[in-house]
């Protein structure tokens, strides 16, 4: 069975180590990446009607953007290296979207990169912690 | 050509053109002037709408008898949707049965949320204030009923709202009764067809008129009423200048309608949920300070419906002070929710009518009941009180347990009408547009009009405001009723449908996905 990773991914630098990381690791294995990147956001927040209105719009938008600016050069980058490699973008809480997306794909673990260990993100937690805490599979944290 | 910039400067300038103006004008009173003007018409316009015929010696407005009777109706005939759907219709406002693939979309709750800032507003602090005062504590009784029976034309008419709107070519959605009056009735036969095209341009009529009245000249008037009584009332240096607290506020507005400025309609939405938050929590501070006289408010209220001493018109004058406001709080049967409930993004247009149900629950048996027992408890209420007080009633009795509270009360009304004024001029709009055709400049007309609305309305006298408020927001309910009688089948089937999907385990929820 081929492996499949879920790399998890927003644009900073911090990203770029753990796309090195699945590089490598997709090349020895001849795996399969799919590059996310989750756009924040809630259903409990309060809009006017004017927003609503254009809301669908925006969204589709806002998807365009993501997978034109943020998916879509690391997609490149992997391809041109020689994997096997796909882009998804979807809205939603970061965590919950990553691990959600994770098994819908039934990926074979995630992938996802970690900011420097400052002492607000252990307060407050960062993306790694909320995927670490609720995923399903195992995933790998590069720092 | 101008471009929409440009368009949009020369507006704004021109805006403040009319605010650096208007003092020079000011002679001895403004005020007196434009209600002298006014008065006339508006007195002639509800004339006509508020049409009413004696019953045991009461003149009874007929479209009292039209709205409640339709919920009625809708009540009956969903077989107690507003009870059985209660528990389900919360699950979605949850989401529970949200499709996390289309995450990012118009979600029930802010569908909900976005519909309830445009009647969450001075008709649960003035209109309880008022039907108390004129009614007695019976009104309230009267009130909770109809708020309860309107949760089924609220559902009614938001479900067509999702069912007809159009999606434009452009991805934004337009919906709400002018386009469910006239593409649901034409499905139903070119007879209809026609009928539909009258009704849903009779809608649209009503509902700018209702944009300039109820959404608009009554939030400016009681939150300049408020804004006074803080002040110090007739000694306050406001006293006698409406015009320019109007000015101040149609230039906020105007900077978010024309000048596009979404940070402050952005900010003023978070904020007026807050306030609300704020007003119920110091409402229930009060109730569980005079725990005590919570039974024998209850008593006076259940009294004063069936019973009432020294009410004109007794029950039947108590029970259409009751109803009237509640319609007036929670506009069920009106119409106007079903404009900011089709926004939402579902493919069964039933859940967002099982979500609007809690439009009057919140508003009018949570809300207004509060302010009617804080009204009733502290005893500020007595059958000698001025029925014009409106606004100064709610705030005298939370006044008379928190002794800073007119203030954040002044700070709440102010928000409140502000979100009304920015959800009706939206309402307002959609409606300008379905009669006129999408063009900026009936766009900028219709909003130039809205903003003079605002002055106009906050320099006239209370009575000559509520009572064109009043006629245009209930003429809306003549051409939506109509409309949603015939419609109701198709809500049946719907419904129906999605009850079957619910109890056979057929809808996924969003954990199994």
Same mark, same amino acid.
């Given at each position: 069975?081929?492996?499949?990773?879920?790399?998890?991914?927003?644009?900073?630098?911090?990203?770029?180590?753990?796309?090195?990381?699945?590089?490598?690791?997709?090349?020895?294995?001849?795996?399969?990446?799919?590059?996310?990147?989750?756009?924040?956001?809630?259903?409990?927040?309060?809009?006017?009607?004017?927003?609503?209105?254009?809301?669908?719009?925006?969204?589709?938008?806002?998807?365009?953007?993501?997978?034109?600016?943020?998916?879509?050069?690391?997609?490149?980058?992997?391809?041109?290296?020689?994997?096997?490699?796909?882009?998804?973008?979807?809205?939603?809480?970061?965590?919950?979207?990553?691990?959600?997306?994770?098994?819908?794909?039934?990926?074979?673990?995630?992938?996802?990169?970690?900011?420097?260990?400052?002492?607000?993100?252990?307060?407050?937690?960062?993306?790694?912690?909320?995927?670490?805490?609720?995923?399903?599979?195992?995933?790998?944290?590069?720092? | 050509?101008?471009?929409?910039?440009?368009?949009?400067?020369?507006?704004?300038?021109?805006?403040?053109?009319?605010?650096?103006?208007?003092?020079?004008?000011?002679?001895?009173?403004?005020?007196?002037?434009?209600?002298?003007?006014?008065?006339?018409?508006?007195?002639?316009?509800?004339?006509?709408?508020?049409?009413?015929?004696?019953?045991?010696?009461?003149?009874?407005?007929?479209?009292? =008898?039209?709205?409640?009777?339709?919920?009625?109706?809708?009540?009956?005939?969903?077989?107690?949707?507003?009870?059985?759907?209660?528990?389900?219709?919360?699950?979605? =406002? $949850?989401?529970?049965?949200?499709?996390?693939?289309?995450? %990012?979309?118009?979600?029930?709750?802010?569908?909900?949320?976005?519909?309830?800032?445009?009647?969450? !507003?001075?008709?649960?602090?003035? !209109?309880?204030?008022?039907?108390?005062?004129?009614?007695?504590?019976?009104?309230?009784?009267?009130?909770?009923?109809?708020?309860?029976? !309107?949760?089924?034309?609220?559902?009614?008419?938001?479900?067509?709202?999702?069912?007809?709107?159009?999606?434009?070519?452009?991805?934004?959605?337009?919906?709400?009764?002018?386009?469910?009056?006239?593409?649901?009735?034409?499905?139903?036969?070119?007879?209809?067809? +026609?009928?539909?095209?009258?009704?849903?341009?009779?809608?649209?009529?009503?509902?700018?008129?209702?944009?300039?009245?109820?959404?608009?000249?009554?939030?400016?008037?009681?939150?300049?009423?408020?804004?006074?009584?803080?002040?110090?009332?007739?000694?306050?240096?406001?006293? %006698?200048?409406?015009?320019?607290?109007?000015? /101040?506020?149609?230039?906020?507005? %105007?900077?978010?309608? /024309?000048?596009?400025?979404?940070?402050?309609?952005?900010?003023?939405?978070?904020?007026?949920?807050?306030?609300?938050?704020?007003?119920?929590?110091?409402?229930?501070?009060?109730?569980?300070?005079?725990?005590?006289? =919570?039974?024998?408010?209850?008593?006076?209220?259940?009294?004063?419906?069936?019973?009432?001493?020294?009410?004109?018109?007794?029950?039947? %004058?108590?029970?259409?002070?009751?109803?009237?406001?509640?319609?007036?709080?929670?506009?069920?049967?009106?119409?106007?929710?079903? /404009?900011?409930?089709?926004?939402?993004?579902?493919? $069964?247009?039933?859940?967002?009518?099982?979500?609007?149900?809690?439009?009057?629950?919140?508003?009018?048996?949570?809300?207004?009941?509060?302010?009617?027992?804080?009204?009733?408890?502290?005893?500020?209420?007595?059958?000698?009180?001025?029925?014009?007080?409106?606004?100064?009633?709610?705030?005298?009795?939370?006044?008379?347990?928190?002794?800073?509270?007119?203030?954040?009360?002044?700070?709440?009304?102010?928000?409140?009408?502000?979100?009304?004024?920015?959800?009706?001029?939206?309402?307002?709009?959609?409606?300008?547009?379905?009669?006129?055709?999408?063009? +900026?400049?009936?766009?900028?007309?219709?909003?130039?009009?809205?903003?003079?609305?605002?002055?106009?309305?906050?320099?006239?006298?209370?009575?000559?405001?509520?009572?064109?408020?009043?006629?245009?927001?209930?003429?809306?309910?003549?051409?939506?009723?109509?409309?949603?009688?015939?419609?109701?089948?198709? =809500?049946? $089937?719907?419904?129906?449908?999605?009850?079957?999907?619910? +109890?056979?385990? $057929?809808?996924?929820?969003?954990?199994?996905?």
């Amino acid at each position: 069975m081929q492996t499949v990773y879920l790399i998890g991914v927003d644009g900073s630098n911090c990203c770029g180590r753990a796309v090195d990381y699945v590089k490598e690791r997709a090349t020895e294995n001849s795996g399969k990446v799919l590059v996310a990147h989750v756009i924040e956001w809630s259903p409990f927040t309060f809009s006017t009607p004017a927003e609503n209105e254009t809301r669908h719009l925006r969204r589709e938008q806002e998807l365009e953007r993501a997978r034109e600016q943020v998916v879509g050069p690391v997609v490149k980058q992997l391809q041109d290296a020689g994997v096997d490699a796909e882009g998804l973008v979807a809205h939603g809480h970061v965590g919950q979207t990553l691990v959600r997306l994770g098994r819908k794909h039934e990926v074979t673990c995630l992938v996802i990169g970690r900011k420097g260990a400052s002492r607000l993100a252990q307060l407050f937690g960062s993306v790694a912690n909320q995927v670490v805490q609720l995923v399903d599979r195992p995933v790998i944290v590069v720092p | 050509m101008p471009t929409v910039r440009e368009y949009r400067y020369r507006l704004t300038a021109l805006l403040l053109l009319l605010m650096t103006s208007a003092p020079a004008l000011a002679q001895e009173s403004i005020d007196a002037k434009i209600d002298n003007i006014v008065r006339p018409a508006a007195d002639w316009v509800s004339s006509i709408i508020f049409w009413s015929f004696p019953l045991a010696g009461q003149q009874v407005p007929f479209v009292l =008898v039209w709205l409640i009777a339709a919920a009625a109706v809708f009540t009956l005939y969903f077989r107690f949707i507003n009870i059985r759907a209660l528990g389900h219709g919360f699950k979605l =406002v $949850r989401g529970d049965y949200d499709d996390p693939d289309a995450a %990012g979309e118009v979600s029930h709750f802010q569908a909900l949320t976005t519909a309830l800032s445009g009647t969450v !507003g001075l008709g649960n602090i003035a !209109g309880v204030a008022i039907a108390v005062s004129i009614g007695g504590p019976g009104a309230t009784f009267w009130m909770i009923l109809a708020g309860f029976l !309107g949760m089924s034309s609220k559902f009614t008419e938001c479900t067509l709202g999702v069912k007809y709107r159009n999606e434009n070519p452009d991805g934004t959605v337009s919906g709400g009764p002018m386009y469910y009056l006239s593409r649901g009735l034409a499905e139903k036969g070119p007879g209809f067809a +026609k009928l539909g095209k009258v009704l849903a341009v009779l809608f649209a009529i009503f509902c700018v008129g209702g944009s300039f009245g109820g959404g608009n000249m009554f939030q400016a008037n009681q939150s300049f009423s408020q804004l006074l009584n803080v002040t110090g009332g007739e000694a306050s240096w406001l006293y %006698g200048k409406g015009w320019l607290f109007g000015l /101040i506020v149609a230039a906020a507005v %105007g900077l978010v309608v /024309i000048g596009g400025i979404r940070s402050i309609a952005s900010v003023t939405s978070k904020i007026v949920p807050f306030m609300g938050i704020v007003y119920v929590l110091a409402g229930l501070v009060i109730i569980f300070a005079n725990l005590s006289a =919570v039974p024998a408010a209850f008593a006076a209220i259940f009294e004063g419906a069936f019973a009432p001493q020294g009410i004109a018109g007794g029950i039947i %004058g108590v029970l259409l002070q009751g109803v009237q406001r509640a319609a007036f709080s929670n506009e069920a049967g009106v119409g106007s929710a079903a /404009i900011a409930h089709s926004a939402v993004r579902t493919s $069964r247009p039933v859940t967002e009518g099982l979500v609007a149900l809690y439009e009057p629950f919140v508003d009018t048996i949570v809300v207004c009941t509060i302010t009617a027992l804080v009204i009733i408890i502290t005893g500020t209420w007595d059958p000698g009180v001025d029925p014009s007080a409106g606004v100064q009633l709610t705030s005298d009795a939370f006044e008379s347990a928190i002794s800073w509270f007119p203030w954040v009360l002044t700070l709440a009304v102010v928000l409140f009408a502000f979100s009304t004024m920015i959800s009706w001029s939206y309402y307002g709009l959609k409606s300008w547009t379905f009669l006129f055709g999408e063009s +900026k400049v009936t766009d900028a007309t219709y909003k130039i009009l809205f903003l003079i609305f605002v002055v106009i309305g906050s320099s006239m006298q209370l009575g000559a405001v509520i009572n064109f408020s009043d006629a245009m927001i209930f003429a809306m309910a003549f051409p939506n009723l109509l409309g949603c009688y015939f419609l109701m089948p198709v =809500v049946k $089937r719907e419904l129906n449908e999605y009850w079957a999907d619910l +109890k056979a385990g $057929r809808l996924i929820k969003a954990v199994d996905r």
